[in-house]
Structure formats: structure tokens, C-alpha cells
């Protein structure tokens, strides 16, 4: 009922920027929050930053100052600005939404979590 589209990635040299979106469509009957999570080869996966639809945000320690999450609550979309980008940045950034799908008249679904497909991003020169 619910998809998460993701754009964005790509390859940028170390010191770039890029830009990722997230857009959830389908029937959404309540969400939570959104965020980005990613996975570098051989590493543990790792959530990078998370926003509520009230504006709440949160980041991992070694993304603060760089990487900007934000929202719009109307479109159900979320961005992820990333600057001064690193190598150790390079992963599979995916999107996640924490959601109640459904609709009012035929009832909500349970309250989980969707994923993006993922996005590569690639930063090496």
C-alpha cells in the first residue's frame, strides 16, 4: 500500500554535496517520522538521521554539521542535504518510514516500518 521513492545519489568527488528525497505514496494513515539509514560494505548498518512530523531531528555523531534532515509534512517527503561529503561517507542510503497505512473508512493497518530501495552514494576522487 505504501512506496518509498528515493533520488539523489551518485557519485561526487570528497568535499561535494548531494542532495537525496524520499517520497512515500499510497494509503497512509498516520506517520511518525522518516529517516535515512545506511550500509557500507562489510559494515554494520547504521541509522544516519531521523525527523518527526513534528520536526524533531536527530543525527549521528559523525554527520552533525554536514548532513541536514528535513521535511515536507504535506508531501510526505524528506530530504537529506549531505555537504563536505567523505569518503567514509560512500554507502547505501535507505530510506525508512514509521507509519500506520490504511485508510480511515476500511480500517488502518498495524504500525511499521517501510523502506526505500536504497541509493547508492559514492564519494571518491
Known amino acids: 500500500q505504501v512506496q518509498l521513492v528515493e533520488s539523489g545519489g551518485g557519485l561526487v568527488q570528497p568535499g561535494g554535496s548531494l542532495r537525496l528525497s524520499c517520497a512515500a505514496s499510497?494509503?497512509?494513515?498516520?506517520?511518525?517520522?522518516m529517516g535515512w539509514y545506511r550500509q557500507a560494505p562489510g559494515k554494520e548498518r547504521e541509522l544516519v538521521t531521523s525527523i518527526t512530523s513534528g520536526g524533531s531531528t536527530n543525527y549521528t555523531d559523525s554527520v552533525k554539521g554536514r548532513f541536514t534532515i528535513s521535511r515536507d509534512n504535506a508531501k510526505n517527503t524528506v530530504y537529506l542535504q549531505m555537504n563536505s561529503l567523505k569518503p567514509e561517507d560512500t554507502a547505501v542510503y535507505y530510506c525508512i518510514a514509521d507509519l500506520i497505512s490504511g485508510e480511515w473508512y476500511s480500517g488502518p493497518s498495524f504500525r511499521r516500518n517501510y523502506w526505500g530501495q536504497g541509493t547508492q552514494v559514492t564519494v571518491s576522487s
Open positions: 499510497g494509503s497512509i494513515f498516520r506517520l511518525f517520522a
